[in-house]
């Protein structure tokens, strides 16, 4: 098996859904990469793509060059010498397959949610912590590197307007329904529901921007088989005032909206999809503008960032598999709180 040193590492993407094209797309802009394999166990992804879920940009094409094809992710790991794998697998996979590649010595950058619970995160990180060969694991919590959120992340940190006063994040979509085969995403036992797979991108943006919070009060919405189809939660992370919604139950007609609202003391910042200024800031003197953002969405940006890891270049630190551990965690508690109705606080 290959160790990290190579100069050009060798890319492997398991699960060639909606996500896997995604990662496939922006694995071959990366320079010092290259994809060598690609596995799913439905063949026809390769022929007919799956036409994409709630964000456009997965990669459409059907000429993989000289990428090898497989419908079996051991023999893929046993044959094609990889540095690295995207493992964009339905989510109870996450784990049983993170932790056979990183014990192969093969580096993984595993989709978000990292399992289903936060006890089964621990077992992947257990793995990456005795990693042979170096290997690593990152969590694809793309909002880190959106350059929207990238944006707001500065703010907060440096103070610029003053401190955070209150934050509100919201993610409605309408159900998903884009994978092939049956729909395991409306399944709460293997994708988490809205809660896990949706909302945790904004439960993650609260953990990044403020630290784990003390504790969470939620309320939800279920439908008549009693799967949660909206979530709202207030964080108490000892200061700003930071609540988050998440919605599966969007008509088509609406569609996908992320958004947030953040109120410093000399500021608001807005971000809304569906304005024409999608982000403004509103500063207590002077106009109101549009900030310049770095072009392109996060999902290329955070492979960007697990490649120099790989590389050993120096890079700040913008995730850890601790803390998208955490970040189950805290949906964890507020699927808890959703249920019964009562504040859950969130031990160490
Ligand atoms: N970061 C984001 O913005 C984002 C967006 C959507 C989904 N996701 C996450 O990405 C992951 C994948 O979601 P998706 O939308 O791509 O799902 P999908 O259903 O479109 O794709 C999953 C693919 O995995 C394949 N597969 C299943 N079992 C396999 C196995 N044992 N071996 C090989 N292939 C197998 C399926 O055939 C399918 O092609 C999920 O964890 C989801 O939560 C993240």
Same mark, same amino acid.
């Given at each position: 098996?290959?160790?990290?040193?190579?100069?050009?590492?060798?890319?492997?993407?398991?699960?060639?859904?909606?996500?896997?094209? !995604?990662?496939?797309?922006? &694995?071959?802009?990366?320079?010092?990469?290259?994809?060598?394999?690609?596995?799913?166990?439905?063949?026809? +992804?390769?022929?007919?793509?799956?036409?994409?879920?709630?964000?456009?940009?997965?990669?459409? #094409?059907?000429?993989?060059?000289?990428?090898?094809? %497989?419908?079996?992710?051991?023999?893929? $790991?046993?044959?094609?010498?990889?540095?690295?794998?995207?493992?964009?697998?339905?989510?109870?996979?996450?784990?049983?397959?993170?932790?056979?590649? @990183?014990?192969?010595?093969?580096?993984?950058?595993?989709?978000?949610?990292?399992?289903?619970?936060? *006890?089964?995160?621990?077992? !992947?990180? +257990?793995?990456?912590?005795? *990693?042979?060969?170096?290997?690593?694991?990152?969590?694809?919590?793309?909002?880190?590197? &959106?350059?929207? %959120?990238?944006?707001?992340?500065?703010?907060?940190?440096? +103070?610029? %307007?003053?401190?955070? $006063?209150?934050?509100?994040?919201?993610?409605?979509?309408?159900?998903?329904? &884009? +994978?092939?085969?049956?729909? =395991?995403?409306?399944?709460?036992?293997?994708?988490?529901?809205?809660?896990?797979?949706?909302?945790?991108?904004?439960?993650?943006?609260?953990?990044?921007?403020?630290? !784990?919070?003390?504790?969470?009060?939620?309320?939800?919405?279920?439908?008549?088989?009693?799967?949660?189809?909206? @979530?709202?939660?207030? %964080?108490?992370?000892?200061?700003?005032?930071?609540?988050?919604?998440?919605? &599966?139950?969007?008509?088509?007609? !609406?569609?996908?909206?992320?958004?947030?609202?953040? #109120?410093?003391?000399?500021?608001?910042?807005?971000?809304?999809?569906?304005?024409?200024?999608?982000?403004?800031?509103?500063?207590?003197?002077?106009?109101?503008?549009?900030?310049?953002?770095?072009?392109?969405?996060?999902?290329?940006?955070?492979?960007? =960032?697990?490649?120099?890891?790989?590389?050993?270049?120096?890079?700040?630190? @913008?995730? #850890?598999?601790?803390?998208?551990?955490?970040?189950?965690?805290?949906?964890?508690?507020?699927?808890?709180?959703?249920?019964?109705?009562?504040?859950?606080?969130?031990?160490?």
């Amino acid at each position: 098996m290959a160790t990290t040193k190579k100069a050009v590492k060798r890319v492997g993407i398991v699960g060639f859904g909606f996500m896997g094209r !995604m990662h496939y797309g922006n &694995w071959k802009k990366m320079k010092g990469a290259q994809v060598v394999a690609l596995c799913d166990k439905d063949l026809s +992804q390769f022929t007919a793509p799956t036409t994409g879920g709630n964000i456009a940009g997965a990669d459409a #094409t059907t000429d993989f060059g000289e990428a090898r094809i %497989y419908d079996d992710f051991d023999r893929m $790991l046993a044959e094609a010498d990889l540095d690295v794998i995207s493992l964009t697998l339905p989510t109870p996979l996450h784990v049983p397959l993170t932790v056979k590649a @990183i014990e192969a010595g093969v580096s993984v950058l595993c989709e978000k949610p990292m399992a289903l619970h936060a *006890a089964d995160c621990n077992k !992947m990180i +257990q793995a990456a912590r005795k *990693a042979p060969r170096g290997a690593q694991l990152m969590v694809a919590h793309c909002l880190r590197f &959106w350059p929207s %959120y990238v944006f707001l992340k500065k703010l907060v940190d440096s +103070q610029k %307007y003053g401190r955070v $006063l209150a934050a509100s994040f919201r993610r409605f979509s309408a159900p998903p329904g &884009w +994978q092939k085969g049956t729909n =395991w995403f409306a399944d709460e036992a293997k994708s988490g529901g809205v809660a896990l797979d949706l909302h945790i991108h904004d439960t993650d943006m609260v953990n990044f921007l403020f630290g !784990m919070p003390r504790a969470v009060t939620s309320t939800a919405a279920f439908g008549k088989g009693g799967e949660m189809l909206y @979530i709202s939660t207030l %964080y108490d992370v000892g200061g700003p005032a930071v609540t988050a919604e998440g919605s &599966w139950a969007m008509t088509q007609t !609406m569609g996908f909206e992320a958004s947030y609202v953040v #109120t410093f003391e000399k500021a608001v910042v807005l971000l809304d999809g569906k304005r024409e200024k999608p982000l403004c800031v509103y500063p207590a003197k002077g106009e109101a503008f549009v900030p310049e953002l770095a072009p392109g969405e996060g999902y290329e940006y955070e492979i960007q =960032w697990f490649l120099d890891v790989l590389n050993g270049k120096k890079v700040p630190s @913008i995730i #850890t598999p601790e803390q998208s551990r955490d970040s189950v965690k805290i949906v964890d508690a507020e699927r808890k709180s959703a249920k019964t109705g009562k504040t859950v606080k969130i031990g160490k």
